[in-house]
């Protein structure tokens, strides 16, 4: 069974900094793609950043370029989203998706399995 869980979120102030992790059981993290998305109140769920089976990543969110990054520990299972220079309008539930085929997507529908969400807000 696929299983994702994600921790780490919490309040910080614009200018910081977060590291959410998203830990996988019940497969081989390399075997899959993960995606990092993220949900606004009454907005879509967008696709952030996600990295392949082959280790490559990709970046769906023009506005976290540059302050996001993702990374992948294979021996601790566990998917990394590093967010640094943190902004009001960074203010979200952030969700990883697996995906079995092990290729990216920023559609969120390709997904097999999500995790339960960590909310992130950025605020003085």
């Known amino acids: 069974q696929l299983q994702l869980v994600e921790s780490g979120g919490g309040l910080v102030q614009p200018g910081g900094s977060l590291r959410l992790s998203c830990a996988a059981s019940g497969f081989t993290l390399d075997d899959y793609a993960i995606g990092w998305f993220r949900q606004a109140p009454g907005k879509e769920r967008e696709g952030v950043l996600c990295?392949?089976?082959?280790?490559?990543?990709?970046n769906y969110a023009f506005s976290v370029e540059g302050r996001f990054t993702i990374s992948r520990d294979n021996a601790k299972s566990t998917v990394y989203l590093q967010m640094n220079s943190l902004k009001p309008e960074d203010t979200a539930v952030y969700y990883c998706?697996?995906?079995?085929?092990?290729?990216?997507?920023?559609?969120?529908?390709?997904?097999?399995?999500w995790g339960q969400g960590t909310q992130v807000t950025v605020s003085s």
């Open positions: 998706a697996v995906r079995t085929n092990g290729l990216c997507s920023s559609n969120p529908r390709p997904y097999d399995s």
């Open positions: 990295i392949r089976r082959n280790g490559g990543s990709s």
